[in-house]
């Protein structure tokens, strides 16, 4: 999802069912990137990265897929906990830097 | 395990007062960052350090300095404080420039 400045663009899922977030990139050079999870009062945590000479990676209850084709980064969370309830931020390394997305918020249903 | 620590982790200024952001790793990572971020918003980076004895600017430096004062330390003063510059402070590290980051828990500022 793209950010549109104070409105978060937000996901809301059951408990239990798959989450996808979505994120798509600037630049076609780029050649790692990185999930971010945010809660509420704190900086943000690694979830997983992957770089471009992969097109999935997998970790524990997460996967990220990169389609370098179009641009698009996704993650996709396995059977969603309420613990899951975040700000998801994607980041690409540009040269030296890390540039972030505006982020999704997922808020998980019980 | 400290990991990224940064003082202080509140701070209220008057327009135009100075003050200085502290942040130390103890992780032994080369690079050292300073992000801000403004609410329902993504991380936007103010300066960086790839490693000891370097500096550069990142996506909105204006109004800000850093010094890079030791492998560990990385400082972020604001020597005139405005009103924009209200947000959340974060400081990362990471081994390599533009690798993992690992973030400190941040300094909520805000100017007046």
């Known amino acids: 999802g793209e950010s549109v400045g104070l409105h978060l663009p937000t996901l809301s899922v059951q408990e239990g069912d798959n989450s996808i977030i979505n994120c798509a990139y600037s630049?076609?050079?780029?050649?790692?990137f990185i999930w971010y999870k945010q809660e509420s009062g704190k900086g943000p945590q690694f979830i997983i990265d992957?770089?471009?000479?992969?097109d999935k990676r997998q970790g524990q209850r997460v996967t990220v897929l990169l389609n370098k084709t179009v641009k698009h980064l996704s993650l996709q969370i396995a059977a969603t906990q309420p613990g899951d309830s975040a700000v998801y931020f994607c980041?690409?390394?540009?040269?030296?830097?890390?540039?972030f997305g505006g982020g999704t918020r997922l808020m998980v249903k019980p | 395990n400290a990991g990224v620590t940064q003082t202080p982790k509140f701070q209220v200024l008057k327009t135009g007062q100075s003050m200085t952001l502290q942040c130390a790793q103890d992780?032994?990572?080369?690079?050292m960052y300073w992000y801000r971020q403004d609410p329902g918003m993504g991380l936007r980076l103010i300066y960086y350090?790839?490693?000891?004895?370097?500096?550069d600017k990142g996506e909105v430096p204006n109004g800000y300095n850093v010094s890079r004062l030791n492998k560990r330390e990385f400082s972020l003063r604001l020597e005139s404080a405005a009103p924009s510059q209200t947000s959340v402070y974060f400081c990362?590290?990471?081994?390599?420039?533009?690798?993992?980051?690992?973030f400190g828990s941040g300094t909520q500022l805000s100017v007046l």
């Open positions: 990362a590290s990471s081994t390599g420039a533009g690798e993992k980051l690992f």
């Open positions: 630049n076609s050079a780029s050649d790692y």
């Open positions: 992957i770089r471009s000479n992969m």
């Open positions: 980041a690409e390394k540009k040269g030296n830097m890390l540039t």
């Open positions: 992780m032994n990572h080369n690079s």
């Open positions: 350090s790839a490693s000891e004895g370097t500096t």
